[in-house]
């Protein structure tokens, strides 16, 4: 297993990635992968940045942020790493370009309550828990909604 963390490039995404993010998606969101309509949206709305880790031309993990200027934040709508490939900094790597990235004052993303490695991540980079949203996802599992201010 390649454990080449320098090698690992974060690059804008876009379409010609559908196939390698959706097969990341189906891999990392077992009970919400995004249906095709919404991955291909997600790689095409202007309204969205979208970033890439990369290592020796496989796509490795992925970020999109749904950019709201008109309430000045951005939101995390999804982010996964390829389960080989998690625990080596990319997923922070791929957080690091999407607050720097997305030019909003504030970042905000919703987690289901029971994915605690991935509320550690946000909680390990400054994000603090404002809501709960009661049985938001599949399963009635509650979404917590954390923010983190940037200027
Ligand atoms: C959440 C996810 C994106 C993290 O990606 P990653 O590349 O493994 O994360 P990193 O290596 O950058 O880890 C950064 C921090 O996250 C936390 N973290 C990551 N994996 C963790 C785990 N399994 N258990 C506990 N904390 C964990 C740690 O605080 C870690 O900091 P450290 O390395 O200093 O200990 C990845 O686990 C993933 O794709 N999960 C499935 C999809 C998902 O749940 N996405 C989030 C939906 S809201």
């Known amino acids: 297993m390649p454990k080449r963390r320098a090698s690992i490039e974060i690059l804008p995404a876009n379409l010609w990635?559908?196939?390698?993010?959706?097969?990341?998606?189906?891999?990392?969101?077992?009970?919400d992968a995004?249906?095709?309509?919404e991955m291909i949206g997600v790689l095409s709305l202007p309204s969205i940045?979208?970033?890439?880790?990369?290592?020796e031309d496989k796509?490795?993990?992925?970020?999109?942020?749904?950019i709201r200027r008109r309430q000045q934040v951005?939101?995390?709508?999804t982010i996964a790493v390829h389960p080989d490939y998690r625990g080596l900094g990319i997923g922070?790597?791929?957080?690091?370009?999407?607050?720097q990235r997305a030019g909003m004052p504030c970042m905000r993303l919703s987690v289901r309550a029971s994915n605690k490695s991935a509320q550690s991540l946000y909680q390990g980079r400054g994000y603090e828990q404002i809501d709960v949203w009661p049985k938001y996802?599949?399963?009635?599992?509650?979404?917590?909604?954390?923010?983190?201010?940037?200027?």
């Open 17 to 31: 990635d559908l196939n390698a993010a959706r097969e990341l998606e189906r891999l990392s969101f077992p009970l």
């Open 34 to 37: 995004w249906p095709l309509i």
């Open 49 to 55: 940045e979208r970033w890439k880790a990369v290592l």
């Open 59 to 66: 796509l490795v993990g992925f970020i999109a942020v749904d």
């Open 74 to 77: 951005a939101w995390i709508a």
């Open 92 to 99: 922070g790597r791929l957080m690091q370009t999407a607050e």
């Open 137 to 151: 996802y599949s399963g009635d599992e509650d979404a917590i909604v954390m923010e983190k201010k940037l200027k």
